[in-house]
């Protein structure tokens, strides 16, 4: 019996991502004593929170067998739109702009999704365009000017405050959580996510079974430009300033975070936890890596190379464990 608890335990994609993140944690504890202490794990899941709340909408977005490329551009629109209604003292209340904020990002999501469930368009095609678009009208929105901290009066303090906490976490890790419980318990109890699933598994009998495809494909594009706005929003209060360029290029670290979570890229496999777990190890590597000494230069084609190095270990311990799997129900 115990045995079999053990398997079904180790047998887990996320007990294999654990064992990743534990040996690379001790790992950098080793060259740096300081990382793993209570202050510096809290700064990392802060300054992580943009690319963690959106490997949530980027795991929706290829359970269905799309991509999107697109989200730091819309989260880029979003963040200068909340930056220049500050800037020049239209809207100060925080929940409404982060209201705004995330109105925003569903507007953006929206039409990519219709453009690609209605227009039947290829998604990293869609998403290519819109890319260029979102972060152009950012820049349209800015008109040369950025919304820097003195812009931005007491809305940049909501990333320095513990009120939703209760005094013990930040407000955005506690909003980093939140967003984590809410996925978890839509993809693993609801007839949504169980819809989203079947879609991504097979879309034709999905839809032979009475899915809409066209409206859960419209829906995860719309959830997943919500939560580029939510951290368009949070990016401004974390940074303290709205610029036009704000993360870009770090659209490829939310599918990395997925990929390395082992949520497949042909869509209809994944889960919350193993979104999570990737993009929590793909925090560890970010902050360690000017911990241990290497240097900014060389610091991406390390990055790349740990990437690879824990997908690799992640499917060849995958495989390992199904053959261990298969060998006991022969037995």
């Known amino acids: 019996m115990e045995k079999k608890l053990l398997k079904k335990i180790t047998g887990s994609r996320e007990a294999s991502l654990f064992l990743v993140l534990v040996i690379l944690c001790m790992v ?9 202490t209570a202050k510096s794990i809290l700064d990392m899941l802060k300054n992580n929170a943009v690319i963690m709340i959106m490997a949530l909408g980027m795991l929706c977005v290829l359970l269905v067998g799309g991509i ?11 963040g200068m739109t909340v930056g220049m209604l500050l800037k020049y003292n239209i809207i100060h209340n925080t929940l409404l702009l982060f209201l705004i904020a995330i109105l925003v990002g569903a507007i953006c999501g929206a039409i990519i999704g219709f453009v690609v469930a209605r227009g039947k368009v290829l998604p990293i095609i869609a998403t290519m365009g819109f890319m260029y678009i979102y972060r152009g009208l950012a820049y349209l929105i800015a008109r040369s000017q950025w919304a820097s901290a003195e812009n931005l009066g007491g809305f940049k303090n909501f990333a320095l405050e513990k009120e939703l906490g209760l005094g013990i976490l930040n407000n955005v890790i506690v909003i980093v959580l939140v967003c984590y419980i809410i996925f978890f318990a839509v993809m693993k109890w609801t007839r949504i996510g169980r819809r989203i699933y079947a879609v991504g598994s097979n879309p034709e009998a999905a839809a032979v079974s009475g899915i809409n495809t066209k409206r859960i494909k419209l829906l995860v594009y719309t959830l997943m430009g919500m939560l580029a706005g939510l951290c368009g929003a949070l990016a401004v209060a974390v940074y303290s300033s709205a610029q036009p360029n704000m993360l870009y290029g770090k659209e490829m670290d939310v599918i990395a975070a997925c990929v390395i979570g082992g949520v497949s890229m042909s869509g209809g496999r994944g889960t919350v936890a193993g979104a999570l777990l990737g993009s929590l190890i793909l925090a560890v590597i970010a902050k360690a890596l000017p911990l241990v000494g290497i240097d900014s230069i060389v610091q991406n084609t390390v990055k790349g190379c740990i990437i690879l190095a824990v997908i690799i270990f992640n499917v060849v311990a995958q495989r390992m464990m199904q053959k261990e799997n298969l060998k006991g129900r022969e037995m």
Do not use: C
């Not at 950098?28 to 793993?36: A, G």
């Open 68 to 78: 999107d490329i697109s989200i730091t551009s819309t989260l880029a629109l979003s």
């Open 28 to 36: 950098i504890q080793i060259f740096s004593p300081s990382f793993l």
